[in-house]
């Protein structure tokens, strides 16, 4: 059973710290995802990959937050430095897309991060 | 740009009666539509999707959605819930534009199954 994995499931950090966290997509997917679920926002777009190279990260913080994916197997997103209000869930997904057909959107379990 | 509204933050139901959360979106373009369930604690997960063809689609879970073009409309509905389908639902919806597929969320719907 292929699924997303995601590390570390639970990190707490001081603010100003780099935090990194990593996804492998499903072998064979072409697409990642990154997102941020918090109570106050919802669920938002950070980044998107097609073919590892980004497609969408208009809703990434760009003085802060990058993301990356040296390898078709791994997929990063790096924090630097953190802030308290970056205490949030943040989820990796996967999918098979073609460009003029999308697909399931396969969701790791998260990283629930906290900022002190 | 597209966009999907979820009106109802929070749908309290009993238990074996009927429910339905609601979605509409609005695209100036065709649209791809899906349903996402997440459990506490977990991802998001497929419920179920409609892509061409038949505009009812049906989970393996007894929940069932019908494309409505002319309301823009993809409503979820269970003749019968389960206190197991306590979760949040996500309704979404992908364009293509710009040559990729654009997905937009929802703000999602808490289902909550009083027994």
């Known amino acids: 059973d292929a699924r997303v994995t995601q590390t570390p499931r639970h990190k707490v950090t001081e603010m100003g710290q780099e935090v990194t966290m990593r996804c492998q997509p499903i072998l064979g997917h072409n697409t990642v995802f990154w997102y941020r679920q918090t109570m106050m926002q919802g669920l938002e777009l950070l980044a998107y990959?097609?073919?590892?190279?980004?497609?969408?990260d208009s809703g990434m913080p760009k003085d802060r937050f990058s993301a990356e994916m040296p390898d078709a197997t791994l997929a990063t997103l790096k924090i630097q430095p953190s802030e308290p209000r970056d205490s949030a869930v943040y989820f990796c997904?996967?999918?098979?897309?073609?460009?003029?057909?999308?697909?399931?959107?396969?969701f790791g379990p998260g990283t629930r991060l906290t900022v002190l | 740009a597209q966009s999907v509204t979820q009106l109802d933050s929070q749908v309290p139901v009993f238990e074996e009666a009927p429910v339905e959360l609601r979605c509409n979106y609005s695209?100036?373009?065709?649209?791809?539509l899906f349903w996402y369930v997440q459990y506490p604690n977990q991802g998001l997960q497929l419920l179920l999707k409609?892509?061409?063809?038949?505009?009812l689609v049906e989970s393996i879970n007894g929940f069932e959605a019908e494309f409505n073009k002319s309301q823009t409309s993809f409503h979820l509905r269970k003749p019968s819930v389960h206190i197991s389908d306590t979760a949040e639902y996500f309704c979404a919806v992908s364009v293509y534009s710009g040559g990729y597929q654009k997905v937009t969320f929802g703000t999602g719907t808490k289902l909550q199954v009083i027994p």
């Open positions: 990959f097609r073919n590892r190279a980004p497609l969408d």
């Open positions: 695209s100036s373009v065709s649209v791809y």
């Open positions: 409609y892509l061409s063809g038949s505009t």
């Open positions: 997904a996967s999918g098979f897309y073609l460009n003029e057909r999308p697909d399931t959107q396969y």
